[in-house]
């Protein structure tokens, strides 16, 4: 171990902090050195695609944006094009650039390497790590959003301390990550946690999963605005809808019940399964300062067993510009410290 120490500190990844001295030889603690590697993180989950660069605290600094491609081939192109610019911007970060991530909408597999499914990138089966590493020469691997953001969480983030938690995001899908024991967990088919298609509503509205009353057709953003749409409401956000809301506007108040009920009854079968010491939320335009938020949270208290009632911190984050591709770099990262993460 002394000796892999030894490699990383000359390599400036590791530096030394302070010497204790207790029973027997003096110990050294070494820490990660914030200068000592950097990480490319790309996010496909936007257009144009936000493309940062991480140094080992994952503090970002610098970044860019390319144009969003639905071919994997352009997609790799685009990235070593824009990569040296990049680079560019932060000295020594070339020589010290071990490795780059990519975070997507969809399935993902345990090696990090392939998109098994992605309906929002139409793709099945796509090699895309090998084809980015092929012509870029940087090692990378692929990540599905949630699952980024809550490693980018448990390196960087709230989390550092925190072995069970999930990560719940909040977008037009639901998304769902969660770490046990310290870990990413994926199950067996790196679906695990995918609390979109839980059945909240039996019988309920068709979803594009091919199943009926699933929680995205219920809760998810799309599904809210659809509701607000057939309503006869002319919301066009989630702080429209609030409004109306606080106005008295019944049907606003009807939407808005329903699916903060159905999100606060889906996280209260995770706390139940899984009991995670926080819930983080991260949502694009959701408010969860409103009649949402609140109905959500009286739902979760009110759907766990008594005893677990107010004992799972519930945590919302608005996404800023960097989230997922802060989360992307973090998979380079965690791939670099600790290796992959399968179970
Ligand atoms: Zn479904």
């Known amino acids: 171990m002394s000796g892999i120490a030894r490699d990383l500190i000359s390599l400036g990844v590791l530096h030394e902090t302070q010497t204790v001295h207790g029973q027997g030889r003096p110990s050294i603690l070494l820490d990660l ?30 970044r860019r944006t390319m144009p969003l491609s639905r071919d994997p081939e352009v ?18 970060a070339a020589q010290k650039l071990y490795g780059l991530g990519v975070a997507l909408s969809g399935f993902v597999d345990e090696r990090q390497a392939s998109c098994v499914q992605s309906t929002l990138l139409g793709w099945q089966d796509v090699p895309l790590a090998n084809i980015i590493r092929q012509k870029s020469g940087i090692d990378t691997f692929i990540e599905n959003d949630a699952k980024a953001v809550a490693v980018s969480e448990k390196l960087f983030g709230n989390a550092r301390d925190i ?12 998304g769902c990550a969660h770490f046990i024991g310290g870990k990413l967990y994926r199950g067996n088919h790196g679906g695990a946690g995918e609390i979109a298609h839980c059945t909240i509503e039996p019988g309920g509205s068709p979803c594009r999963c091919g199943k009926r009353g699933c929680l995205d057709t219920v809760a998810s953003l799309k599904a809210i605005k659809e509701m607000a749409k057939a309503e006869g409401l ?22 808005l019940h329903r699916a903060g ?6 996280i209260a079968h995770l706390i139940q399964f899984n009991d995670p010491g926080m819930i983080l939320i991260t949502h694009v335009e959701g408010r969860f300062d409103g009649l949402f938020g609140t109905v ?9 067993l008594p ?3 107010g004992q ?31 179970n």
């Open 234 to 255: 002319s919301c066009h956000s989630m702080n429209d809808l609030e409004t109306e809301a606080s106005l008295g506007n019944a049907a606003a108040i009807r939407v």
């Open 261 to 266: 009920n159905a999100l606060g009854l889906a």
């Open 307 to 309: 005893r677990y009632a």
């Open 163 to 174: 072995r069970n938690f999930s990560v719940v995001s909040f977008d037009d899908g639901i």
């Open 312 to 342: 799972t911190p519930i945590r919302t984050q608005r996404v800023d510009g960097d989230l997922w591709a802060r989360g992307a770099a973090s998979i380079a990262a965690h791939n670099f410290l600790i290796g992959p993460t399968p």
């Open 33 to 62: 050195h914030p200068e000592g590697a950097f990480f490319v993180g790309i996010s496909l989950l936007e257009d144009p695609a936000p493309m940062v660069l991480s140094d080992f605290n994952g503090n970002i600094v610098a």
């Open 296 to 304: 959500m949270r009286q739902s979760v208290e009110a759907n766990v």
């Open 75 to 92: 997609i790799a192109d685009l990235i070593s094009e824009a990569l040296p610019k990049l680079l560019a911007e932060r000295k020594d």
